[in-house]
């Protein structure tokens, strides 16, 4: 036991002195969740805009200036053809264009209508939700002001389009796939490099001429990614509900036994990488991109699996991040159990059991 | 102590070790010669228990490296050919954790690395990989020695080292042969193996010679002459055409030529050379180092192939 705990404080030194394992610990996870964050920001303000006022006439300039008055909004630009619109995303001079039809006032009074079209920049889709939600609620203000005698209120039609990614994507769907990817990076990448830095260091043979058996070695090299797994894994779940409001409706127990499986399958698979190779550069290129690619393209996590075309479709089924991520978005958002999910247990279950044989098998006590 | 019957190991079509058999008794400081290349990492593996022999056998203080693996690797020290601590723990970490994976603390067998430990003592919260070579060296002494192994094996501790932490190595080794303790070093230094008690010559896995270094010095069967001369490579070429020249080698500033017993006298091989043209030279007739034997063996060894 005491050359187990000497094992375990020695791994904990070895990530603790390291600035790049602690930047891949921490940074990217952080970074990863900042990103997103950053997408998912909730505050308009000062936002850039453009206006194409067609009309020009009372009504559109004072909605322009109820617009820009907001404090939300500021003009950054006013386009005087469409063919300049795209240029005004593409060098991030707008993030959204207000376009009142030819008319405006007119067709407003006289037929209790008038239309206005929005063009968002949707690269960021949830800030152009946001601003376009915020455009929308001034307009619905503007009249119920103005026309706040009359008997029937006019209404503006209000025609949005997103540019650069018309259909938007759920953002509470970043989450769940997120913990998977973070997992599998941490986890089975970091993994397979310890164990890799000690053969490529020459230390590997000094721990194998030792009386360490090889489970205190794989466990001791282990348990601290195990840990700190479940660390990174909480600050996501917790960031997630608390700053980006993703719900857990399901069961929150079911969940972190979930994580739990899905952690010890990506050790599992970290040993395997291990056993196979014996250089870190080899261990970080297996797990970057036959595990990370994958894991993030072919898993569910950004496509749809079900969109994909047939043989990828095929391939994703061997891929562990996919059952786990749907276990999560069933789990945390449609609030399911363990009779929706059990399939998919299985399978990880059946996975990990496959890479800790295999792992065993190959794991040599000696050199060669 | 350590009783290896021939041993074979192959690496796919490369012959590694072949026939090697070899007795160390206990308490002796025992050198492994050979280039790179000679096979000595591959025993030193092997009786390890880092590398299973194709056949053969090797008994560790009555242990059999195969069978009784686990029982081996308490009872020896290993220090590996490369430097394998870790560089990012202090010299103090390093000690403390291979003394608790060996089952034992730094105090309680403080007195067998003392001498070794202190010199780098002062350094002890400095990492492993900011250590000079010789440090490094007696750092990885020191942790192979912190449980109190009965035998010790090294592989090229003195490579990459500097020479007087070279001889520091070498004293610290006597002192520890004092203690009782069975060592095998190897080296591809020869001026390293007479301050062995025996050694074995090794080239292209197989064990040429057994013996101490005197003996092996001693009885080398050619007469050996130490030729000095202004013009180290001319004379050199015009030495090979000696009637019954064996070898020609240079030792520094001099050259050593060996020729078939009794064929020659320093005044005969002065007269050829003259013949040749060349004046400014002394000869004199010369004891072998181990390098002439090992160069000697050599020959024999390609002669016979």
């Known amino acids: 036991m005491n050359r187990f705990l000497a094992f375990l404080r020695k791994e904990f030194l070895h990530i603790f002195r390291d600035p790049r394992t602690l930047v891949i610990l921490f940074g990217i996870p952080i970074a990863q969740l900042l990103l997103f964050g950053y997408v998912l920001t909730n505050e308009v303000r000062n936002v850039k805009i453009a206006v194409v006022d067609q009309s020009k006439d009372y009504l559109s300039i004072r909605l322009t200036e109820r617009l820009l008055s907001s404090g939300f909004f500021q003009l950054a630009a006013i386009p005087s053809s469409q063919s300049e619109y795209e240029g005004l995303f593409r060098s991030s001079k707008v993030k959204e264009i207000v376009v009142f039809e030819p008319d405006f006032a007119k067709n407003l009074i006289k037929e209790g209508k008038a239309g206005i079209q929005v063009i968002a920049d949707a690269s960021e889709p949830n800030a152009a939700q946001l601003v376009v939600n915020y455009t929308t609620a001034i307009a619905n203000d503007f009249t119920r002001n103005e026309f706040v005698k009359d008997q029937k209120q006019p209404g503006i039609n209000i025609k949005v389009r997103m540019l650069f990614n018309e259909n938007m994507r759920d953002a509470y769907n970043f989450i769940p796939g997120l913990i998977a990817v973070i997992l599998m990076l941490i986890s089975a990448m970091m993994t397979a490099i310890t164990i890799t830095r000690e053969k490529e260091t020459g230390t590997m043979e000094i721990l194998l001429a030792s009386p360490l058996k090889p489970i205190q070695i794989i466990l001791g090299k282990v348990v601290p990614y195990m840990i700190l797994s479940i660390v990174n894994a909480l600050v996501v779940l917790l960031l997630g509900y608390f700053v980006f409001h993703v719900p857990i409706i399901g069961s929150l127990a079911l969940l972190l036994g979930e994580i739990l499986l899905f952690i010890f399958l990506a050790l599992s698979l970290g040993i395997l990488i291990s056993t196979f190779v014996n250089n870190q550069v080899t261990a970080l290129a297996m797990s970057g991109f036959v595990l990370m690619l994958p894991s993030i393209l072919l898993s569910g996590f950004i496509f749809p699996v079900k969109n994909m075309p047939v043989p990828l479709q095929i391939i994703s089924n061997l891929i562990p991040p996919r059952w786990f991520i749907e276990i999560n978005r069933t789990v945390m958002l449609k609030g399911g159990g363990l009779a929706e999910i059990w399939p998919n247990t299985l399978i990880l279950l059946g996975m990990s059991a496959l890479f800790i044989f295999i792992s065993i098998r190959k794991f040599k006590i000696r050199l060669q | ?305």
């Open chain 2, 1 to 305: 102590m350590i009783e290896v019957k021939d041993l074979h190991k192959k690496y796919g079509d490369v012959i590694a070790l072949e026939k090697v058999s070899l007795s160390v008794q206990k308490g002796e400081l025992f050198g492994l010669i050979g280039p790179d290349g000679a096979g000595k990492t591959t025993l030193m593996r092997i009786l390890m228990s880092l590398l299973l022999p194709d056949t053969g056998s090797a008994i560790m203080n009555g242990l059999d490296v195969v069978a009784d693996y686990k029982k081996v690797r308490l009872i020896t020290g290993y220090m590996p050919g490369r430097f394998s601590l870790y560089p990012d723990l202090t010299v103090e970490e390093n000690l403390k954790f291979f003394a608790t994976v060996f089952g034992t603390t730094i105090e309680e067998n403080y007195y067998l690395i003392k001498d070794i430990y202190q010199q780098i003592e002062p350094f002890k919260t400095r990492r492993a990989g900011k250590l000079s070579g010789g440090m490094k060296q007696k750092l990885a002494l020191s942790c192979a020695l912190i449980h109190k192994p009965e035998i010790l094996i090294l592989d090229e501790p003195t490579t990459g080292v500097d020479a007087v932490s070279r001889k520091e190595f070498w004293e610290m080794l006597k002192r520890l042969k004092d203690m009782g303790i069975t060592i095998l070093v190897s080296t591809p230094y020869m001026d390293e193996a007479s301050l062995c008690d025996r050694i074995a010559l090794i080239q292209q896995g197989r064990l040429m010679s057994v013996a101490t270094p005197l003996k092996m010095t001693n009885s080398f069967p050619e007469d050996l002459w130490a030729v000095r001369t202004r013009k180290i490579y001319d004379t050199s070429k015009l030495l090979e055409l000696i009637p019954s020249m064996l070898s020609v080698n240079s030792f520094g500033q001099v050259l050593h030529l060996v020729t078939k017993k009794g064929m020659h006298t320093a005044k005969s091989i002065i007269q050829f050379l003259s013949a040749q043209g060349e004046v400014e030279i002394s000869v004199e007739a010369s004891t072998a180092t181990i390098e002439d034997v090992f160069i000697l063996l050599m020959n024999h060894h390609k002669q016979n192939q």
